[in-house]
């Protein structure tokens, strides 16, 4: 659960809600969209409704039934005499007499009295009839409501109280970290530098970067995250970080495990972590090179301070700043 309430701390919540919203909104207006099914050939276009006309005089030809004849003249609505008329004017492979004869069939039953304006029909109904579906979508709707209601007030309460998170003390750290210049040690500027940090508390702690060239071209990412914990309870006590380098003209990822001084000396955990690259023991202002292909990284332990918790010394940390930077390796 606590897990849960972490990540949902990291998650843009505003964009989520809206996308949820829009997604409902969506689906009430494409439940009300109405369904055409059945319709009568008086919704087609002029040209068809002649076509359909033809077909109905060619059938009368054959089944000379009078019910059947004017049925299908109520079918075309208004557009039927338009397009007796064409056919009038333009028999084409119709009979002439046939074309004639139905017309006098309905010519009778005009006279008669007994046409029956036909009825435009939708042939379907809106999907929101179901009570059902009204019901399930107000369920939906409330519970993205109550959602933002929430988060809003948590929101709210959060900038009211003047908290400040783990990973708004790590941003502030790593803002104020004054970078190295490379320059000055007679070395080529990296193609990109880095800062930082881990604060205890930020559980998700996982930071990665792009390398691009001047001219846009990827060239790989690195990046740092929690490698392991120990103890019990929240928030995790961090005793070792995993530092990667991908460099996409090699086939093999770059890690090293830099590990609190007790986690460096304790069997079990060693025997965990040696799979996931060399271990390395971290001290202050120690740096740890990284290299591919064609990729270079060099981390800088900026920053460092141990938690003083009920745990053994030195065995998890409180704050570690680390500088990354990246060049080409050369030959």
């Excluded at 002649?50 to 004849?69: G, Q, V």
């Excluded at 120990?230 to 530092?243: H, Q």
């Amino acid at each position: 659960m606590q897990f849960i309430v972490a990540l949902l701390k990291k998650l843009p919540l505003v964009p989520i809600l809206a996308l949820v919203a829009g997604l409902v909104v969506g689906l009430l207006i494409g439940w009300q969209t109405k369904e055409f099914k059945d319709a009568t050939p008086s919704y087609l276009r002029a040209d068809l409704q002649e076509d359909y006309l033809r077909m109905a005089i060619d059938s009368f030809r054959l089944n000379s039934d009078p019910n059947l004849a004017v049925q299908r003249w109520q079918n075309l609505g208004a557009g039927a005499q338009q397009a007796f008329s064409n056919i009038q004017a333009n028999p084409g492979n119709a009979d002439p007499n046939v074309v004639k004869a139905y017309g006098d069939v309905i010519i009778a039953v005009l006279q008669s009295g007994g046409e029956q304006q036909p009825e435009a029909t939708d042939g379907g109904s809106s999907a929101l009839s179901s009570p059902i579906i009204i019901g399930v979508l107000g369920i939906v709707l409330l519970g993205v409501l109550g959602a933002g209601v929430f988060y809003a007030y948590r929101l709210l309460a959060k900038r009211g109280s003047g908290e400040v998170t783990a990973v708004m003390q790590a941003n502030e750290i790593s803002r104020n970290a004054e970078k190295t210049n490379f320059e000055d040690l007679g070395l080529a500027p990296p193609i990109t530098q880095t800062m930082t940090t881990y604060v205890l508390g930020d559980d998700l702690y996982d930071e990665s970067f792009s390398i691009d060239t001047q001219a846009g071209e990827f060239m790989g990412e690195y990046g740092v995250g929690v490698s392991e914990a120990i103890g019990v309870g929240d928030p995790k006590k961090v005793t070792a970080l995993e530092i990667w380098l991908f460099d996409k003209n090699d086939i093999k990822t770059a890690t090293k495990v830099l590990m609190s001084q007790h986690a460096f000396n304790d069997p079990e955990i060693r025997g965990r972590l040696e799979r996931k690259g060399e271990l390395v023991v971290v001290e202050p202002q120690a740096q740890v090179l990284l290299e591919t292909a064609t990729l270079q990284l060099l981390a800088t332990v900026v920053d460092l301070e141990y938690g003083k918790g009920p745990m053994p010394n030195n065995s998890y940390f409180e704050r570690i700043t680390l500088e990354l930077a990246i060049w080409p390796r050369q030959g």
